[in-house]
């Protein structure tokens, strides 16, 4: 199920998300692909449609990897969960970046 069934999750600006994978085969059991990635599409502070990719790194069965959001604008940031040599994404979902307003 991906994650925008939950709604996506809020991140203050210039905070990092950090992600964890780990990959599964159609037997529910633990594979590790080779490598895997996460893409990030945003408008970033200039306005502009951006697309990052976060190579993850392999610990024990765990791909992990860190996006921040420091060039990001305010709004919705999608992000995709790719294993290596697969061109459809195992996971999607959103990034909501946000301001927090300091009250006086």
């Known amino acids: 199920m991906p994650q925008t069934a939950w709604g996506p999750v809020n991140i203050t600006q ?3 998300a950090f992600f964890t ?22 408008i970033n502070t200039s306005n502009v449609s951006t697309v990052d990719t976060i190579s993850l790194a ?22 995709n969960l790719f294993a290596t040599g697969n061109s459809t994404a195992q996971q ?5 970046v946000i301001e927090i ?3 006086l």
């Open 58 to 79: 392999l610990t024990n069965s765990f791909f992990t990897g860190t996006w921040s959001t420091a060039l990001a604008s305010l709004g919705l940031a999608t992000w």
């Open 92 to 96: 999607t979902g959103q990034i909501r």
């Open 21 to 42: 994978a780990e990959f599964y085969d159609a037997n529910g059991l633990l594979t590790i692909p080779s490598g895997a990635n996460v893409q990030i599409s945003y």
């Open 14 to 16: 210039g905070n990092s």
């Open 101 to 103: 307003i300091k009250s």
